[in-house]
């Protein structure tokens, strides 16, 4: 069974970095990967994503800040972030699913790690 971990989150200012980390046990290098978050009173919405080859996809939102990336054990899965903004603030989740684009229906969720931006 898969189990995933985030961790990283925390309060930054904007501007600031952080890097979230996702560590899973169980058989994932073969799964595609992916951040999502969701802020109060908003839906989850995917961050970015990482295919088991190596491709990746980002939202418009966050290209050229984020930058999302895996070990080469592919058991953890990382996502940079930089030139955070107020609207990142959010709790942050790692998903792992077969294949990209049905992390909502076959994904395992880990619980999540908050991160907060502050002006």
């Known amino acids: 069974q898969v189990q995933l971990e985030e961790s990283g989150g925390g309060s930054v200012q904007s501007g600031g970095s952080l890097r979230l980390s996702c560590a899973t046990s169980?058989?994932?290098?073969?799964?595609?990967m992916g951040w999502f978050r969701q802020a109060p009173g908003k839906e989850r919405e995917e961050v970015a994503h990482?295919?088991?080859?190596?491709?990746?996809s980002y939202a418009d939102s966050v290209k050229g800040r984020f930058t999302i990336s895996r070990d080469n054990a592919k058991t953890t899965t990382y996502l940079q972030m930089n030139s955070l903004e107020v609207e990142d603030t959010a709790m942050y989740y790692c998903?792992?699913?077969?294949?990209?684009?049905?992390?909502?229906?076959?994904?395992?969720w880990g619980q999540g790690t908050q991160v907060t931006v502050s002006s």
């Open positions: 998903a792992a699913a077969a294949l990209c684009g049905y992390f909502d229906r076959f994904g395992e």
């Open positions: 990482i295919d088991s080859d190596g491709s990746t």
């Open positions: 169980g058989y994932t290098q073969t799964y595609c």
